[in-house]
């Protein structure tokens, strides 16, 4: 399963790639977003998968999977909405006030560099 | 702090007084004021002569940095003593003919003196410390006011030019002496000359020595404007005439020679130091000489000639390190007490002839000998003046030049009978270079003095009518010019007291004990080789001199594309063209091109490193089977993947994120995380319902056609990130090194924490911060968002 997995993180990274590199501003940001769902499958894919029941105490369970990587998977899906909001609304912000949304044509001028 | 400390620091404190008597005494010349100290500081050093001659040393530490070995040693022997005195005194002479060479109306003088004196003060720490760490940090304050002094009239491009010029060059050798002292600090594990001058042995046969030595000499040649470092000189002559007489003559040229001088004890037993110093002083002695007689500026051939001299005494130097060979040095030693005798003489007659020189400018308006001429009734004392150096400088009898320059033909004689390093191969160079020089030096010193005040008055030409200098002006070359000749008639009042203490100081392993070098100088030593050679340097001099006109076509020969300054300038601009190419060829403007930068390091970086290092392996065991909803879902994250890449429009795009983001929910439901398929649900729905209903307002996208290479660097980019992310995730996967602490949160979630949700007592209790830092992130990207939405400052300067 863990290989399976790597792969997909694979791929996610891929197309977040992908995305990233393209002139338009909202590819860019789906990018972001896309990237930040590849970096938690690979966090609770390093963790190791499926060995235990979920990590809430009672008492059947003779073990667990781990509950670190869930606790920083938490806290990382938080930041990176905060963060991917904040682009897109700066993206929003942006295409408002230039009127463009291609990537090439927000480059600094010489008066502006 | 001992009184010689103070001494020492005395001109840079001072300097700080001097603004405020520029601003508030008006009535009087600040000149006057700075006079007092250097004057004060001459007699301070001359009652140290005493002490000198009977051999003794004077040193005092005061802490700075002692827990790197970083005293402010102040050490005076023999050649700090000699160095203090002509700082100290030609900088009492300078400033009394500053007095009446720069305008109190016209000049600003308090910038003026403040740089002098900061120059005097870090001229004198140069020669009196004893720790290289601080002498560099003097040496290096030389450089800068050096700078500031050349730089003094900052309107005239030119002056800029040469300032510039000269702080390249002469930081550039002081940065190479830097590198010098570590690597001797490395060799002796001390910053004190002292101490390193007792390890020579150590040094000598360390693998650094030749490194060590190359960096001290590149320090010592450029700052004393030696072959191919001398370039910067000529241009520094942008510099007022009393800055030029003190630094660009007396004093701060010869702070390299007295590095050479200085360090002599701990390299000269080598060959590349006898090679190196002797003949990159010859060369500079021969080309510096050569070069004056074309010059028509009288600065610009003083100036050539202080390079010459220069290297005669460099060469001198260089030469006499042959004595430390042979039991009966005595033979070679009349090498370094000319190179010694010939660095005070030249203090004195290129320090009379800049004043005099900027006694013409001042009072004729120009420097150009091709429009002066015929000064001879006009400016009497002046032409005295000139004659007397200008002889001195060609070598002639009654001047001191003559004594030191018959000296210099006894050293390069008896080095050609020198039996070590293959000198007899060589040998005759050192003869033939030496002699053509001091012809070429007799050419130019009679063409400074015979076409300025020689020929015909031609008033016409002049910007002002010429008439001699006042008084005042005239008093500091007049007692140099007097030095030139008493130094002639009685050269041993410098001998015991100044030349034996100085000698000693550079060839401390020759004397045993308490001996003490014996020199006698004499004005007349009867008929010998050395004298015919200075008539026949004569007599091909007055030839040539007459003749100059026939022969100055051959320095048409060498063309000005193939001179050092036009490297120089072609090398700063290449420098500069070359950086601004390179730059602007990769700093596009392009977020994208940066992007790609960032992940092709990265995939070099992390990818390279996994195959050089053999980092990479795959191994199976312990990993969880793969059931069918795992492949389900994988299939159906490939595909909303797809989607929203090749998405034409917007919404397939957002609901193609939005499925990603779901799958992804499911996978932690399947992964048994409860906790992170809840957040992962409302975020994502948060998400998504945030990127519609911005949907309307969004732009649409854009796919406008798109070059062939554009998208296949993206695609060979981004396959090449997601293949190294695979392979690191698999390699690390495949590595079953320590296990993981998480057994210490589940056995102690409830007995610590009092919570049955492991994730959750984590998140709160004992990574509590992590969770109140993210909550943090979250009202800043709140705040944020509202600033950016609610704040138009743009509109709102329009509208006031």
């Given at each position: 399963m863990e290989i399976l997995m790597a792969f997909i993180v694979g791929f996610l990274f891929m197309a977040a790639t992908y995305l990233m590199l393209s002139k338009s501003l909202l590819r860019v940001i789906i990018g972001t977003a896309v990237l930040s769902h590849g970096v938690h499958l690979l966090l609770l894919t390093m963790g190791g998968l499926k060995k235990g029941a979920p990590p809430i105490l009672n008492e059947e369970a003779t073990s667990y999977v781990d509950p670190l990587p869930q606790a920083l998977i938490l806290t990382a899906i938080v930041i990176a909405f905060g963060v991917t909001s904040f682009l897109l609304v700066m993206a929003f912000r942006a295409y408002q006030e230039l009127k463009v949304d291609d990537m090439d044509q927000m480059r600094g001028n010489d008066q502006h560099e | 702090m001992t009184a010689l400390h103070i001494a020492i620091l005395s001109p840079l404190a001072f300097a700080f007084f001097i603004p405020l008597l520029a601003k508030y005494v008006r009535r009087i010349h600040t000149g006057w004021f700075v006079l007092i100290l250097p004057a004060l500081l001459f007699i301070y050093f001359l009652r140290m002569i005493g002490m000198s001659a009977n051999g003794e040393t004077l040193k005092a530490e005061l802490a700075w940095i002692p827990s790197f070995g970083i005293n402010f040693t102040a050490y005076i022997d023999g050649l700090g003593l000699l160095f203090a005195l002509l700082i100290t005194g030609i900088g009492s002479l300078v400033v009394l003919y500053s007095i009446y060479y720069l305008s109190k109306e016209r000049e600003q003088l308090g910038s003026f003196y403040v740089y002098l004196l900061m120059f005097m003060g870090a001229m004198l720490g140069v020669v009196l410390v004893d720790n290289v760490i601080v002498l560099y940090v003097f040496w290096e304050l030389t450089s800068i006011s050096s700078f500031l002094l050349i730089g003094y009239w900052y309107k005239r491009e030119k002056s800029r030019y040469g300032a510039t010029k000269s702080m390249l060059i002469t930081i550039f050798g002081g940065l190479a002496l830097l590198g010098g002292f570590i690597l001797l600090y490395i060799m002796t594990g001390s910053f004190s000359i002292r101490s390193m001058v007792s390890q020579t042995d150590i040094i000598l046969s360390h693998d650094l020595f030749i490194p060590a030595l190359v960096l001290i000499l590149i320090g010592a040649f450029t700052k004393s404007a030696q072959f191919p470092f001398y370039i910067w000189l000529p241009d520094a002559m942008e510099a007022p005439t009393p800055v030029s007489a003190y630094l660009?003559?007396?004093t701060m040229v010869k702070a390299g020679i007295y590095l050479v001088a200085r360090f002599t004890p701990i390299f000269a037993f080598s060959e590349v130091w006898f090679w190196v110093v002797s003949i990159t002083g010859l060369i500079t002695l021969f080309w510096g000489s050569f070069n004056a007689v074309k010059q028509t500026d009288l600065k610009s051939i003083l100036a050539f000639s202080t390079v010459s001299q220069l290297g005669m005494i460099m060469s001198m130097l260089g030469i006499g390190?042959?004595?430390?060979?042979?039991?009966?040095f005595e033979y070679y030693l009349v090498s370094i007490i000319a190179a010694i005798f010939h660095l005070i003489n030249h203090a004195t007659f290129k320090g009379s002839l800049f004043m005099a020189v900027g006694i013409i400018d001042h009072e004729t308006g120009t420097r150009d000998i091709r429009k002066l001429g015929g000064l001879m009734t006009i400016m009497p004392i002046t032409f005295t003046i000139t004659l007397i150096g200008a002889f001195s400088m060609a070598g002639l009898p009654p001047f001191n030049g003559f004594l030191s320059k018959e000296m210099f033909f006894t050293s390069v004689l008896r080095i050609s009978e020198?039996?070590?390093?293959?000198?007899?191969?060589?040998?005759?160079l050192f003869p033939i270079l030496g002699w053509t020089g001091s012809v070429f030096t007799f050419i130019y010193s009679m063409v400074l003095l015979f076409k300025t005040f020689g020929g015909k008055y031609q008033p016409?030409?002049?910007?002002k009518p010429a008439h001699e200098a006042p008084l005042g002006m005239l008093i500091s070359p007049v007692i140099l010019g007097s030095l030139v000749v008493i130094f002639f008639f009685f050269p041993n009042i410098l001998s015991y007291r100044i030349i034996e203490p100085a000698a000693e100081s550079i060839?401390?392993?020759?004397?045993?004990?308490?001996e003490k070098f014996k020199v006698k100088l004499e004005g007349w030593h009867g008929p010998s080789p050395e004298l015919y050679m200075t008539i026949g340097v004569v007599v091909l001099g007055i030839l040539a001199y007459l003749t100059l006109t026939k022969w100055k076509?051959?320095?048409?020969?060498?063309?000005?594309?193939?001179?050092l300054n036009t490297l120089y300038d072609r090398t700063l601009y290449g420098i500069e063209k070359t950086s601004n190419k390179v730059t602007r060829t990769y700093m596009t403007g392009f977020l994208r091109d940066y992007l790609v930068y960032v992940f092709l390091f990265f995939i070099m970086m992390i990818g390279g490193s996994l195959v050089l290092t053999g980092g990479f392996s795959f191994d199976t065991k312990g990993n969880a089977e793969i059931g069918a909803y795992e492949l389900v879902l994988s299939a159906v994250i490939i595909a909303a993947t797809l989607t929203t890449i090749v998405a034409k429009s917007r919404l397939t795009a957002i609901i193609g994120l939005g499925v990603i983001g779901y799958t992804i929910a499911l996978f932690f439901v399947i992964f048994r995380a409860p906790d992170l398929a809840l957040t992962q649900l409302i975020i994502e729905t948060i998400s998504v319902s945030l990127f519609l209903l911005c949907f309307y307002h969004l732009p649409k996208l854009s796919f406008k056609p798109r070059t062939v290479k554009f998208r296949v660097t993206n695609v060979v980019v981004s396959i090449g990130v997601g293949a190294v992310v695979t392979l690191v995730a698999l390699a690390a996967n495949s590595q079953h090194t320590l296990n993981s602490i998480s057994t210490y949160f589940i056995e102690n979630s409830y007995k610590l924490g009092g919570g049955h949700n492991i994730v959750n007592v984590i998140l709160v209790d004992f990574r509590g911060f992590d969770t109140l830092f993210e909550i943090t992130v979250l009202v800043i990207a709140a705040l944020g968002i509202y600033g950016m939405i609610r704040l138009r400052l743009e509109k709102r300067g329009e509208e006031q």
């Open positions: - | 660009h003559s007396a390190s042959a004595a430390l060979h042979y039991n009966h020198f039996n070590l390093f293959h000198v007899s191969t060589w040998g005759p016409e030409k002049l910007e060839m401390p392993h020759l004397l045993a004990g308490n076509k051959i320095y048409r020969l060498f063309p000005e594309k193939l001179t």
